[in-house]
Structures are given as structure tokens and as C-alpha cells.
């Protein structure tokens, strides 16, 4: 079982930085891809970042490229996203899921079972 806790969504300026983290609660994070996902207002949910079960392979978003960065803490059972150089359309809700599949590794949403709550970031100019 995953149950997925987000904190550190706040408000910030523009150029400043947050770091979003995820904790699992549950058994199976180890053998989860964990992603980071975030829905702005008006706009579909849409993928930001992915790290892959040893934590070795990630993937980012064309849009957060160079200023995010996604990692994992396998002891605390936590997965982070460190986000830099903020700007207005990076305001959205942000959400942690996890892909517990024995080969998942996808940047679809509808492969992912298990979802955090979402945090709030917000960019304000």
C-alpha cells in the first residue's frame, strides 16, 4: 500500500525557489517510480518530473529543464523536487504519485495508481 503526503507549497516571487516533498507512508516505496505532476487553473493535470525506482534515471518536463530537480531518499522514504528560478506559469497544484507496476516508468497520468493530496505553489510577480 502507498499513501502519499505533500508539503513545502507556499508563496514565493519570481526567480525565487521551493522544494516540494513527498513522503510515503506506506511499504512499497522502494519499488515505486515516483513522479512529480501539477495542475494549473483551467488547465489539465500535466507531468513535471520522474525518478526511477534506484533513483539513477529521471526525466523532466521541456518546461521545467535546468531549473527543477527531482530526488529520492529511499531511508526516509521520500521523494523531493527542488524547484529554482520560479516563474508566474509554474503556479499550480502540485502532486506526487507513485507507479508501483514491477516495470512502470511512465509520464502518462493513467498509469499512476497512487496520488498525494497536492501542495500549492504560487509565483506571484
Known amino acids: 500500500q502507498v499513501q502519499l503526503v505533500e508539503s513545502g507549497g507556499g508563496l514565493v516571487q519570481v526567480g525565487g525557489s521551493l522544494r516540494l516533498s513527498c513522503a510515503d507512508s506506506?511499504?512499497?516505496?522502494?519499488?515505486?517510480?515516483m513522479a512529480w505532476f501539477r495542475q494549473a487553473p483551467g488547465k489539465e493535470r500535466e507531468f513535471v518530473a520522474i525518478?526511477?525506482?534506484?533513483?539513477?534515471?529521471?526525466v523532466y518536463a521541456d518546461s521545467v529543464k535546468g531549473r527543477f530537480i527531482i530526488s529520492r531518499d529511499s531511508a526516509k522514504n521520500t521523494v523531493y523536487l527542488q524547484m529554482n528560478s520560479l516563474r508566474p506559469d509554474d503556479t499550480a497544484v502540485y502532486y506526487c504519485?507513485?507507479?508501483?507496476?514491477?516495470?512502470?516508468?511512465?509520464?502518462?497520468?493513467?498509469?499512476?495508481?497512487?496520488w498525494g493530496q497536492g501542495t500549492q505553489v504560487t509565483v506571484s510577480s
Open positions: 504519485a507513485a507507479d508501483a507496476r514491477p516495470s512502470g516508468y511512465s509520464t502518462y497520468i493513467k498509469d499512476y495508481d497512487y
Open positions: 506506506g511499504r512499497t516505496f522502494s519499488a515505486a517510480t
Open positions: 525518478i526511477s525506482r534506484s533513483g539513477v534515471t529521471r
